[in-house]
Nanobody, 128 residues
Framework: DVQLQASGGGLVQAGGSLRLSCAASGFGFDDYAIGWFRQAPGKEREGVSCFAQRDGVIYYADSVKGRFTFSSDGAKNTAYLQMSNLKFEDTAVYYC?????????????????????WGQGTQVTVSS
């Protein structure tokens, strides 16, 4: 079974840092795009950072550029999201997911509808 599980969330003060982990299993980790997404109460799920591993293309939402960094370890089938200089508006449940197909065009890399196998998210709360 395809499974992805996000972890590492928590409560942090504005300006602080957190690193999220996404443990994946049941598929060829390096063959698909892996994405980090978030959903705040009352808002739609949005792409935060997504990496098309076969193509080496990475997507960052404008709101996190320069503050968040995507990385992955193929040997561990794990993706990470290093979040720095956190802001109150980063508060959300964060999810990781894999792309539905092995090839995602760049313009669609951050689109949640291109992904599946969401799993449970991890709550990130930033206090102002």
């Amino acid at each position: 079974d395809v499974q992805l599980q996000a972890s590492g969330g928590g409560l942090v003060q504005a300006g602080g840092s957190l690193r999220l982990s996404c443990a994946a299993s049941g598929f060829g980790f390096d063959d698909y795009a892996i994405g980090w997404f978030r959903q705040a109460p009352g808002k739609e799920r949005e792409g935060v950072s997504c990496f098309a591993q076969r193509d080496g293309v990475i997507y960052y939402a404008d709101s996190v550029k320069g503050r968040f960094t995507f990385s992955s370890d193929g040997a561990k089938n794990t993706a990470y999201l290093q979040m720095s200089n956190l802001k109150f508006e980063d508060t959300a449940v964060y999810y990781c997911a894999k792309s539905r197909t092995s090839s995602v065009i760049m313009s669609e890399l951050g689109n949640p509808y291109q992904y599946h196998a969401w799993g449970q998210g991890t709550q990130v709360t930033v206090s102002s």
